[in-house]
Structure formats: structure tokens, C-alpha cells
């Protein structure tokens, strides 16, 4: 028996080095976002399909794990490694195409996607958003999506860890 072939979102995870040539693939306006994505949520999913109806295609950057223990989310954080929050991002329908930094911000691949727009959730005032002066500066816009919803992976865990405890 032949084994099944590999799921056509999986098409969708683009290594940092192979994304310029994919890029030019991309209808425009093209919007870029970015951020852990963990534990996958209701907040997450909404922000994302937000995201790309701004637009005509959304790339969404992940920060790696080492980044994401860099920013103080927790020692035993991310939960799920790299590998599984690319492909659990890529199989949304609002994402096209999914890739990474290892830095503390994105801001080197911002100047390299050279997005049309560029947006971070409510967290974030225009003015904090890192690649945001850039962006704008090309002529590009820069949204703060207010949340829909107000829950985070870290109040997941945060409920997760109060009833094991409670056992």
C-alpha cells in the first residue's frame, strides 16, 4: 500500500531562505503578521481571518522556540515546537503561507517580505509595532486589530495548571 501524500497546506511552510522566491507567487496587497501561536485559540483564529481580509494574501511569521523563551512567556514554553505551530497555522484557510525568525522582533523579515500592510493585535499601538515606520514610509498601512475575544494561551495554561494542581 502506498503511503498518503502529505496534506497541500504543508505547501504553505516556507523556510526563512526560500521565502523571497515564494513571495513573488503572492497576489498583492499582501499583509504580514507574526507572534508565537502556541496553543492554537477562538482569539488567534479570528485575528488571523481579520488580518487577511485586509488584504489579498497573509504571511504569517512565527517566532522559533528559542525566541519564544526569550520573551519571558514561561520556562516551559512554547508548548508545541516550531514544526507543529507552522503546520497547525498553515492548515487555516486565512493563512498563505507560514515562516520564521529566530530574532527577538521581526524586523529583518519585515524588510524582507516588504509588506503592504502590516498587523498586530490589540496589544499593540501602531506607534510599538516594530517594522511599523518602515512600512509606512513605503507608502504601506499598519493596523492594531482590536480583540474579538479575550483569551490567551497563557490563561489556557494558566486553567490547565490550576486543576492539575487541584488533583
Not at 503546520?87 to 486565512?94: C, E, G, H, Q, T
Request: proline share 7%; glycine share 6%.
Amino acid at each position: 500500500m502506498s503511503a498518503w501524500p502529505l496534506p497541500d497546506f504543508e505547501q504553505k511552510i516556507c523556510p526563512p531562505e526560500q521565502l523571497a522566491e515564494r513571495l513573488a507567487t503572492l497576489p498583492r496587497p499582501l499583509v504580514f503578521t507574526n507572534g508565537c501561536f502556541d496553543i492554537l485559540h477562538r482569539g488567534h483564529v479570528t485575528y488571523l481571518a481579520q488580518a487577511r481580509a485586509t488584504g489579498a494574501a497573509l504571511v504569517l511569521a512565527l517566532n522559533t522556540d528559542a525566541s519564544v523563551r526569550r520573551q519571558g512567556k514561561g520556562d516551559d514554553r512554547p508548548i508545541n515546537p516550531l514544526g507543529n505551530r507552522a503546520a497547525v497555522a498553515a492548515a487555516l484557510a486565512s493563512v498563505d503561507l507560514v515562516t520564521w525568525f529566530d530574532d527577538d522582533t521581526p524586523a529583518a523579515l519585515i524588510e524582507l517580505v516588504k509588506p503592504d500592510i502590516l498587523i498586530k493585535g490589540g496589544d499593540w499601538p501602531v506607534d510599538k509595532i516594530v517594522g511599523a515606520t518602515e512600512t509606512l514610509a513605503r507608502g504601506g498601512k499598519v493596523y492594531s486589530i482590536p480583540f474579538l475575544h479575550q483569551t490567551s494561551t497563557t490563561q489556557t495554561l494558566a486553567k490547565i495548571r490550576a486543576a492539575e494542581a487541584d488533583k
